[in-house]
């Protein structure tokens, strides 16, 4: 049931622990499940495998994101149950909205007023920067990934962490530890038990970090044509960046285009890589990644996004040169890590 306007006014967003984050799950009859907009597999992996969890328990279950119309292709095999439902179809007014793998609000893209409408929104999520919005938000950084803490849950839960379940959490560790080498010994002991469940390591891992179509050698050459080595930028570390046109953007495959910085990442001479994508006339997303020197979350912070302090991103209107401008100053003055 809806909260009555007059008291969704009052509502104060607050932080749970495991087992109140658990007895709201439990509790709920009508349960949608959000990604953030162009889910990774992290995101659209946790949203299923605790959807699954879910639908078992007897919960109408739906779980979506506010674009692209359908998931990655690589992502699509993750829904055997098929609980993933466009955007347009997702209920008005969720009994409980359970929004992970998302920073903030906006990042729901045009799904974020079901935050505001819900009787119940709960965060689960492991981004440092994520601004603890939802009636009750589940946040723990120290995770390397939010599949991590969506195990936890379901273990808290008694539910069966099957093999329809293990290959979403599979493919969310992968790709949020880097193939699990940011990875804690835990992570690695929650990976094995995926796959003595019965993961075929190869068969997830392929699509998602190892495949691409021949157009990709082209739209990357075009790519790499643009990159540009500034070593005194950074804090004197190393910047690279680069920059995905519009036509790029518009005419290859979501996974095509996000894996572009995975390459600009492999310079030798910078510390942290930049991939700028247009994504429409003056608008961009920026990604970046670090090595592990310097916070680029807090960079992405100050320029109205966020993340992790190795990998962060934000979204802004304006020219290239401007966006890289700001980017410049905002990167002198990100903190160092240890």
């Known amino acids: 049931m809806a909260v009555p306007e007059q008291q969704r006014e009052e509502v104060v967003s607050r932080p749970v622990d495991l087992a109140e984050a658990v007895e709201l799950l439990t509790a709920a009859r009508q349960v949608v499940l959000l990604a953030h907009i162009n889910p990774d597999a992290d ?37 055997v149950a098929g609980l993933v439902v466009p955007a347009h179809r997702v209920v008005h007014v969720p009994e409980l909205l359970v929004v992970l ?32 919005f939802g009636t009750h938000y589940y946040v723990d950084p120290r995770a390397e990934a939010t599949a991590v803490m969506v195990l936890h849950l379901l273990d808290a839960m008694g539910a069966s962490v099957d093999l329809p379940t293990a290959r979403c959490l599979y493919a969310g560790l992968v790709t949020d530890t880097r193939n699990f080498r940011a990875a804690s010994p835990d992570t690695h002991a929650m990976a094995a038990r995926l796959l003595v469940a019965g993961v075929d390591a190869e068969a997830v891992t392929r699509p ?131």
């Open 43 to 79: 995101a659209l992996g946790s949203a299923l495998a605790l959807g699954l969890a879910l639908h078992r328990r007897g919960a109408h279950v739906q779980v979506s994101f506010g674009a692209p119309e359908r998931p990655a292709e690589s992502l699509r095999d993750l829904d």
């Open 101 to 132: 793998d998302t920073g903030s609000v906006d990042r729901l893209g045009p799904l974020a007023d079901r935050a505001a409408a819900a009787g119940t929104t709960l965060v689960i999520d492991h981004h440092v920067s994520n601004s603890g």
């Open 208 to 338: 998602l970090l190892d495949t691409h179509p021949f157009a990709w050698l082209s739209m990357l050459s075009a790519v790499l044509a643009t990159a540009t080595l500034e070593v005194d930028e950074a804090r004197g570390l190393g910047l690279v960046h680069a920059l995905v046109r519009r036509d790029l953007v518009d005419g290859g495959r979501q996974e095509e285009v996000e894996s572009v910085i995975d390459v600009l990442r492999t310079t030798a001479e910078a510390e942290v890589a930049v991939v700028l994508k247009q994504v429409g006339e003056c608008r961009w997303t920026v990604s970046l990644r670090s090595k592990g020197r310097i916070d680029v979350a807090a960079a992405a912070s100050a320029l109205g996004g966020g993340g992790h302090r190795a990998a962060a991103g934000f979204t802004v209107d304006g020219d290239a040169p401007a966006i890289l401008d700001r980017l410049r100053r905002a990167l002198a003055d990100a903190p160092l890590l240890g």
